[in-house]
Structures are given as C-alpha cells and as structure tokens.
C-alpha cells in the first residue's frame, strides 16, 4: 500500500511556542490530505481538509488562524500550532488520500504533541 | 445528524472468532471502512465495502447490508496481537469519512 509519513514522531514543547508537524506521501501523489487530532480514549477528530495549492477547509470549532495548513505540492502538507498551550497537548494524525483505488485514507504514524 | 454505534469494548479468547457490530447513519454513503488503531499508533486499513455482502482478507472478514445501515469486522483465529481498537468508518456522501470511537478488543490467552 501507499506511505505516509510523519515528522516528527513526538515533541515536546513550552507553552507559547509554535509547532510544526510535516506530512508527506512518499510514493504517491496526493490529491487531498486530512488532518486529524485523538485524545486518549476517543474518535479521531478531523480539524481540515487541505487540496493541493489551495486553502485548507476547516471543521466547525476548530481555529484556522492557530492551526494553520499548508499543503504546497502534491507530496508535502504541513500543520503548524501556533502559540501552542497545555490543552493542545493530543495525538495528530494526517492522512493522504491520492488517485488510488477505493479513495481509501493512507495514514501517517502520527504525532504525540506535549505542551508543558 | 451522521452517528456510528459499536459496543466500547469486547473480550475474546485467543484461537477464538469475535463479531464487531456497527450502525450508523451518514448523509449519504460512499463505502464503509475499517481500521485497526494499536494504542498510542495511528489506525491501519483492514477492509472497504461499497456493495452488500461480505469480503473476506484472510482471517479478517467484513459485511455490510446498506439498507439496515449495518456493518460488521469478523475477525478468526485471534490471535494476542489482535489485541487493538477497532473503528468503523462510513464515507459520506462528500467523500468524508466518519469516524466513532471504536471498539476496544481484548484478546485473553
């Protein structure tokens, strides 16, 4: 199947700080790739859907000027939390859906975020 | 509203079969998914249905009936490593999927 990659895997960070988590497809071309956050115990929860050069669609809830989403080429997307605080602290995960069969969702490994 | 219904957790025994019932209602339906999610990992594709029926993958089957809005994940043979939570995704009809909480299995020796 298809690969999708994460960078990084964990990080910690300070308050206030920003973070940014890349997204890759490594063999295919990715036409549109997701965002998603888990907290523990719970559903994957998507916050946006990026096209390739066009601007992300955010979920209702969910504040595009903190996480912000660039998906610049077709290989490449990348979610930036800005001014990062403690309750951001989750499991992001992307996914890259590409011209493959049954419009099935590559996931990456994920990202744990800490924010101390 | 779009919903997804699965039990929270199952037991099962290892060499056994268990069944993960699902019911949703989506806008629409593009296919039903399912996931595998270890903990602290991000979910890994087990099947996709689009068409009444059953598709078997090995130890790992799954059906789906459109009009009673009804999936299930058959899994044989557990074995420990089956051990996961496991989600059922339905594809609306703007191509997205929706996500429950899954249904944390529990493999016992």
């Known amino acids: 199947g298809a690969v999708v990659s994460q960078h990084p895997s964990w990080v910690i960070c300070k308050s206030g700080t920003s973070v940014k988590i890349e997204c890759r497809s490594l063999?295919?071309?990715?036409?549109?790739m997701f965002w998603y956050r888990q907290f523990p115990k719970q559903s994957l929860m998507l916050m946006a859907t990026s096209n390739e050069g066009s601007k992300a669609t955010y979920e209702q809830g969910v504040e595009k000027d903190k996480f912000l989403i660039n998906h610049a080429s077709l290989t490449l997307s990348t979610l930036t939390v800005t001014s990062a605080h403690p309750e951001d602290s989750s499991f992001y995960i992307c996914?890259?859906?590409?011209?493959?069969?049954?419009?099935?969702?590559?996931f990456g490994p994920g990202t744990r975020l800490t924010v101390l | 509203g779009q919903n997804i219904d699965q039990p929270t957790e199952m037991t099962a025994t290892e060499g056994a079969i268990v069944q993960i019932n699902c019911t949703y209602q989506?806008?629409?339906?593009?296919?039903l998914f399912w996931y595998q999610q270890h903990a602290g990992e991000a979910p890994t594709f087990l099947s996709y249905n689009v068409l009444d029926g059953l598709e078997e993958k090995g130890r790992f089957s799954s059906f789906l009936s459109r009009s009673k809005g009804y999936s299930y994940l058959l899994l044989k043979e557990l074995q420990m490593k089956d051990s996961a939570s496991y989600l059922c995704?339905?594809?609306?009809?703007?191509?997205?999927?929706?996500w429950g909480a899954g249904t944390k299995l529990i493999i016992k020796p």
């Open positions: 063999d295919f071309q990715a036409t549109t």
């Open positions: 989506t806008s629409g339906f593009n296919g």
């Open positions: 995704a339905p594809m609306d009809s703007n191509y997205q999927l929706i």
């Open positions: 996914s890259a859906k590409g011209q493959v069969e049954v419009d099935e969702q590559f």
